[in-house]
């Protein structure tokens, strides 16, 4: 089956800038998330979705990054304006539901913010 | 912030076995022990997970203590492609899913 997509792969901008990425999860599968990685760090949950409604975004900074999942399927994860600090990999992985089934990551964008 | 330990780093001669291990003295009842790993520029990537069985399927098994304050994971036959961050997480039976990575055990095996 096909993966977790996800687009741009690499993506360079400068700080006050906006970007976006995009992610298509696994088909059948209802819950979606965000990650943010840090250089050295693990990943951080920053939001999840379960079909079109968000769960959790307890650490979304919610006055520079937005994100939604329209029709419960694609998602797109928005930072407006960058700053230096979220230069990082953002993850998005999906599940088939929420709970104790396992999370599919796709490959990451990687974001430079100069 | 992560309720595992884990070694920053562990080397293993290919074709051994590697056995990461993670202490998660604080672990509730209703926890399970989950093992992810990350292969470098990859996102992480699920191997395996338990309650208090140990487990075991084609990628790798796992030892939980039977006071389950701690857990092995076990490579049997490491190959270079097994290189990576290892991540010990423990995460509550049913909840909305939320995986709270640490820092990991970076895993080298070596020729």
């Known amino acids: 089956e096909a993966g977790v997509a996800q687009s741009p792969r690499y993506k360079i901008i400068e700080k006050r800038q906006s970007v976006a990425f995009w992610c298509n999860p696994i088909?059948?599968?209802?819950?979606l998330y965000w990650y943010q990685q840090i250089l050295g760090q693990g990943p951080k949950l920053l939001i999840q979705?379960?079909?079109?409604?968000?769960?959790?975004d307890s650490q979304l900074p919610k006055d520079r990054f937005s994100a939604e999942r329209l029709k419960g399927v694609d998602s797109t994860l928005k930072i407006q304006p960058a700053k230096l600090e979220d230069s990082a990999v953002y993850l998005c992985?999906?599940?088939?539901?929420?709970?104790?089934?396992?999370?599919?990551f796709g490959p990451g964008t990687r974001l430079t913010v100069t | 912030d992560a309720k595992t330990t884990q070694p920053t780093s562990m080397d293993c001669a290919e074709g051994r076995a590697a056995n990461l291990p993670c202490n998660h003295s604080t672990i509730s009842g209703n926890e399970y022990v989950y093992w992810y790993r990350q292969i470098h520029s990859q996102g992480p990537q699920y191997i395996i997970h338990g309650l208090k069985n140990n487990e075991t399927n084609e990628m790798a098994s796992l030892i939980i203590t039977e006071d389950r304050k701690s857990s092995t994971l076990i490579l049997p036959h490491a190959t270079l492609r097994d290189t990576a961050v290892y991540y010990c997480i423990v995460r509550v039976a049913g909840s909305q899913g939320n995986l709270i990575f640490g820092k990991g055990t970076k895993l080298s095996v070596k020729p």
């Open positions: 992985a999906s599940s088939f539901s929420d709970g104790t089934y396992e999370q599919y």
């Open positions: 979705f379960q079909n079109n409604g968000v769960v959790d």
């Open positions: 088909s059948g599968h209802a819950t």
